[in-house]
């Protein structure tokens, strides 16, 4: 199996997904102000969206922001009065992401906090607000423990804590392996196979994106 049939699988369901305007737009904003084109497919938004739908969510968080294509899609799962808060280290995918959102209709709900997300996250440990009930990880792999921690801190019995690039083209099963990336999994990995207060599932993934995959974690 190759791309080229990934892609042409996405092509034929793509239709299905209703990715609008709004979302194209955001992704073509992204493209021309340099960003790198690592945002989530559109099938997968949609599964994000989906997610924080079922889950019923009414407060986000998003640690990786980029153009704010993941964002869009998890924003529109919110109910009147829901908030996502979103973190990105790089001032101008926030400045591109904040235009997107606003696009979307979104600048009411929809928090972009510029700075490093562990720093951030130390910050939102002093605030008052209610909990997480949907955290996408979605930045530095390195920290992705950090982030998981951090998002298990501010969630309650039932929250949803999905994690992106976990499979790395299969790398990570390498033990060997000294890419940084792939030991943030590994990490994630180890310490969910001993974590007894979520209950989680790893999916590879195939599709326009490559051969990644999620890891979801359900807090007990
Ligand atoms: N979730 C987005 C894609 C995020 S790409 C989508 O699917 O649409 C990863 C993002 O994480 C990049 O924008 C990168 O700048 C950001 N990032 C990397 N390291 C970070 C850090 N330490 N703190 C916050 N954001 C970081
Ligand atoms: C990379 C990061 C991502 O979040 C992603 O979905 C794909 C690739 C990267 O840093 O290469
Ligand atoms: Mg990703």
Sequence with gaps: MTQETWNAVDDYFLPLVHEDD?????????????????????????LLFMLAATR????????????????IWLARALPEGGTLTTLEIDPKH?????????????EKKVHVRVGKAIETLDAMRHEKREPFDFTFIDADKPSNLDYFERALEFSRSGSLIVVDN????????????????????????DALVKDDRVTATAIQTVGSKGYDGFVLAIVK
């Excluded at 926030?94 to 979104?106: D, F, H, P, Q, S």
């Design 94 to 106: 926030a400045e591109v992401a904040t235009k997107n959102i606003a696009r979307a209709g979104l």
């Design 22 to 46: 709004v979302l194209r737009a955001a992704t073509r904003a992204s493209n021309e102000g340099g960003l790198p084109s690592i945002q989530v497919a559109p099938n997968q938004g949609k």
């Design 166 to 189: 976990i499979a790395r083209s299969g790398k990570v099963a390498d033990d060997k392996s000294s890419d940084a990336n792939v030991l943030g999994v590994r990490r994630l990995r």
């Design 56 to 71: 019923g969510a009414k407060n986000i968080l998003e640690v990786g922001t980029l153009g704010g294509y993941s964002t």
